[in-house]
T-cell receptor, first 113, second 111 residues
């Protein structure tokens, strides 16, 4: 049990819509990272937040955005959904003093039709 | 550019046999290296990590991995496979705050 939760577990959207995915980190974990895991692939780094500011970004367009809140929760927002956005979205939290140790949530499965 | 290659997308072993999952990395600087396991419908769980120091790293559930700089490898081993080891395994490298994962190896354990 990692203590990292994500909601919802599954989500179905249509192309062009917007979606918000949520993550609740372990208490005291002030760094959160988001990943996209397409079917049969490894997770791809989207971005990381630390103290409510973006602290690094992978090769994802600006329509992928995030928020981090003081209560250790965070959001991933995706605008103008495309079919290729269908994937498992994972969040992972860590302590800033030990960002190498990430604790992953179970993920949100997003299907875009 | 940093990358991770996992050789063999599917590996099958008999229960009690040696498990060997291969991982090679490409990096211009010494990386931090990780192995994660993912069970169906779950997130990733850290098995072990190498940052600095001893190149043979022991992790949870009897797994271990050896960092070989000359071979740019970080292969995962376990002396005796259990049925509960059946899962997807991911090798990863980190540079600063960015992680790069391999495409994964699905381990099947045959009774």
């Amino acid at each position: 049990e990692t203590g990292v939760t994500q909601s919802p577990t599954h989500l179905i959207k249509t192309r062009g819509q917007q979606v918000t995915l949520r993550c609740s980190s372990q208490s005291g974990h002030n760094t959160v990272s988001w990943y996209q895991q397409a079917l049969g692939q490894g997770p791809q780094f989207i971005f990381q937040y630390y103290r409510e500011e973006e602290n690094g970004r992978g090769n994802f367009p600006p329509r992928f955005s995030g928020l981090q809140f003081p209560n250790y929760s965070s959001e991933l927002n995706v605008n103008a959904l495309e079919l290729d956005d269908s994937a498992l979205y994972l969040c992972a939290s860590s302590l800033v003093a030990d960002t190498d140790t990430q604790y992953f949530g179970p993920g949100t499965r997003l299907t875009v039709l | 550019a940093q990358s991770v290659t996992q050789l063999g997308s599917h590996v099958s072993v008999s229960e009690g046999a040696l498990v060997l999952l291969r991982c090679n990395y490409s990096s211009s600087v010494p990386p931090y290296l990780f192995w994660y396991v993912q069970y169906p419908n779950q997130g990733l769980q850290l098995l072990l990590k190498y940052t600095t120091g001893a190149t043979l790293v022991k992790g949870i559930n009897g797994f271990e991995a050896e960092f070989k700089k000359s071979e740019t490898s970080f292969h995962l081993t376990k002396p005796s496979a259990h049925m509960s080891d059946a899962a997807e395994y991911f090798c990863a490298v980190s540079f600063g705050n960015q992680f790069y994962f391999g495409t994964g190896t699905s381990l099947t354990v045959i009774p």
